[in-house]
């Protein structure tokens, strides 16, 4: 297991933020005015930093010392913060994200707690071997789905394409047969670098449309701004603030 670990007062240096102000249960998303979205469910909410696409806050919720921090989009730098966070000495990390549906019943406005993910992210096999898996924290996966009792439980796919083109096609509909039950870009991430670390780390997602069941699998009609999306966004950010109160 990576014990990498900082003194409190070293300025990180790719997430901009002193190791010592941050919270050791951080929430992770993946949009920087998102974000500042979750910051206003916290009680005395204050920046921590802001560099380049990674905008940090802290502050409380229910009397505990938590922060949110924006990563970007896909795992190799979303795993930079990851890795910043885990040596700075954050002991728990909740992502609350969007991502596909994969199964029939999984569709936009549900939410979905991962219980490990594929790793096809393009990150992780440069850190561990391909037979590493990918798996979240028993703990915290049993408090996002206490926070959450209507959530899907299951694996996801972690996938470093968004956009897929005519040359090699998608692979969505094998992974659906596979019964995985969504699939987003960096859960696997979170999973390989805090568990090299030592760190416990949960995601929690609301399915933003399900690229299978729309026959959209070019993402054509991709829209993730709508009603539903937006209320399953809301949802997914109290619980994972939440899961980290329990």
Known sequence: MTAHRVDPDTVLPIIGVRAGDLPAAMVVVGDPSRAEEASTLLEGARVLGNNREYRSYAGTRRGVEMGVI???????????????????????????????????????????????????????????PVQYPAVADRHLTSALVEATPDAV?????????????????SDLAQWQRAGVVAV?????????VAALHGV????????????????DEDMAGYDPNRRVVRAAVARVLESAFDCLTL
Do not use: K, W
């Open 70 to 128: 924006s990563h970007g989009v896909g795992a190799a730098g979303a795993a930079v913060c990851f890795e910043d966070l885990c040596r700075a000495g954050v002991t728990r990390i909740v992502r609350a994200g969007t991502a596909g549906g994969m199964q029939s019943h999984v569709t936009a406005g549900t939410v979905v707690v991962a219980t490990a993910a594929v790793r096809d992210d393009g990150y992780s096999q440069g850190v561990v």
């Open 153 to 169: 439980e299951g694996v996801v796919l972690t996938s470093s394409v968004f956009y897929p083109h005519d040359v090699l096609g």
């Open 200 to 215: 416990a780390a949960g995601v929690v997602l609301a399915i933003d449309g399900n690229p299978i069941a729309d026959e």
């Open 184 to 192: 987003e870009m960096e859960a696997a991430a979170l999973f390989v």
